[in-house]
C-alpha cells in the first residue's frame, strides 16, 4: 500500500524499514530542538522564542528552497501548507508555552494522546466507526494522562504547571489534527518544499503579534535560535521525506521514541528526573496508542 501510493505520487518507494529509520532521526532531531526550545522559552518566553526560531527557519528553508529551484507550489497545495502552518503556529505556542512550566519528559507524555484523538477525527471528519478496542485504547489513555497528572500534584509542582500540562494537552488535541495533514501534505510537495513553507507561514502567524510582544533576542540566545531552527528545518525534511514513502500507521510509534530523548535531555540539562509516576503514565498512553493501532482481524488498520 505505502510503495503503490509512492509511485503513484511520483516519489521513489522504499522500504518501510527505511522509512522508520529516516522518521526515527526525524524525531530525535525534534527532541533536541525541544530540549533548546524549552531553555529559550525559559529565558525570552514561548512566544519570542519562537518568532525567532521560525524565522531563522525560513530564511534556511528559503536560501534552500532557492538554491535548489524548487517550484512554487500549486494554490491547492499552497492552501494546504496554509492550514498546516497555521494550526502549527497554535499548536507549538500552546505545546512551548506548557513545556517551559513541566518538566520536559512529562511534557511529551502528554503530547501522546494525540494519536488517540486522531481516532475521534477520523471518526468526524472521515466517517470511520470506532470499534470497541480503540474506545478501550482511549479509557486506558486517558487514564495515563491522570496518573501522570497525578505525579504531578504528588510532586507539588503548583498550578503554574498544571496550567502548562492543559496547555500541552490542547497543543496535542491540534496536533491530532496534523498527523492527518501532514500524510496529505507530504503526498503532494517535497521535503524542502514542506519545510520551508512551514517556517514561513509560521513566522508570519507570530508577526502578526510581534508589534506589541517582539523584541530582539539577546546575543547570548542567538546559537541557541540559530540551531534549534537548523534541528526544526531538518527534521521536518526528515518526516515529510519518510510519509511520503510509508503510511501514518506504520509511522506514528515512532513517535513515542521522543520520551526517551525527553528523559534523557530532561536529565542532562535541565536536571529533571523523570518521576516514577509519569514512567507509567507513559507507558499507560503508549500502549493504549499501540492497541488502537493494532490491525483489524481482516487485514485493515484501525
Known amino acids: 500500500m505505502a510503495g503503490r501510493a509512492a509511485r503513484g505520487s511520483g516519489v521513489e518507494p522504499v522500504g518501510t524499514a527505511v522509512a522508520i529509520a529516516v522518521a526515527t532521526l526525524g524525531i530525535a532531531c525534534f527532541s533536541a530542538m525541544d530540549a533548546l526550545m524549552k531553555g529559550l522559552s525559559i529565558a525570552m518566553g514561548a512566544y519570542n522564542a519562537l518568532l525567532w526560531r521560525t524565522a531563522a527557519g525560513a530564511v534556511i528553508g528559503g536560501a534552500v528552497f532557492v538554491w535548489r529551484r524548487q517550484r512554487w507550489p500549486s494554490p491547492p497545495v499552497l492552501r494546504l501548507h496554509l492550514l498546516r502552518g497555521t494550526l502549527a503556529a497554535a499548536m507549538a505556542i500552546l505545546f512551548f508555552w506548557g513545556l517551559a512550566r513541566v518538566p520536559l519528559a512529562q511534557g511529551i507524555a502528554l503530547s501522546f494522546v494525540a494519536p488517540l484523538v486522531a481516532l475521534y477525527l477520523a471518526a468526524l471528519l472521515l466517517k470511520e466507526r ?94 541557541a535560535l540559530a540551531g534549534a531552527a537548523l534541528l526544526a528545518f531538518v527534521s521536518l525534511m526528515l518526516l515529510s521525506w519518510a510519509y511520503a514513502r510509508a503510511e501514518a500507521q506504520h509511522l506514528a510509534p515512532v513517535e513515542y521514541t521522543a520520551f526517551i530523548w525527553a528523559s534523557l535531555f530532561g536529565l542532562l540539562i535541565f536536571g529533571e528526573a523523570v518521576r516514577p509516576l509519569t514512567l507509567i503514565g507513559a507507558a499507560m498512553i503508549v500502549g493504549a496508542c499501540l492497541m488502537a493501532a493494532r490491525r483489524r482481524p481482516n487485514g485493515q488498520g484501525c
Open 130 to 223: 470506532i470499534e470497541p478496542a480503540a474506545i478501550a485504547a482511549s479509557v486506558l489513555g486517558f487514564a495515563g494522562v491522570l496518573v501522570i497528572l497525578g505525579g504531578q500534584a504528588e510532586a507539588g509542582l503548583g498550578p503554574e504547571a498544571f496550567a502548562g500540562a492543559v496547555a500541552i494537552l490542547v497543543s496535542a488535541i491540534l496536533y491530532a489534527y496534523n498527523i492527518v495533514l501532514m500524510r496529505r501534505q507530504a503526498l503532494v510537495a517535497g521535503p524542502i518544499e514542506v519545510a520551508f513553507f512551514m517556517s514561513l507561514i509560521m513566522t508570519a502567524c507570530f508577526a502578526l503579534a510581534a508589534p506589541f510582544l517582539a523584541f530582539i533576542p539577546d546575543a547570548e540566545h542567538v546559537p
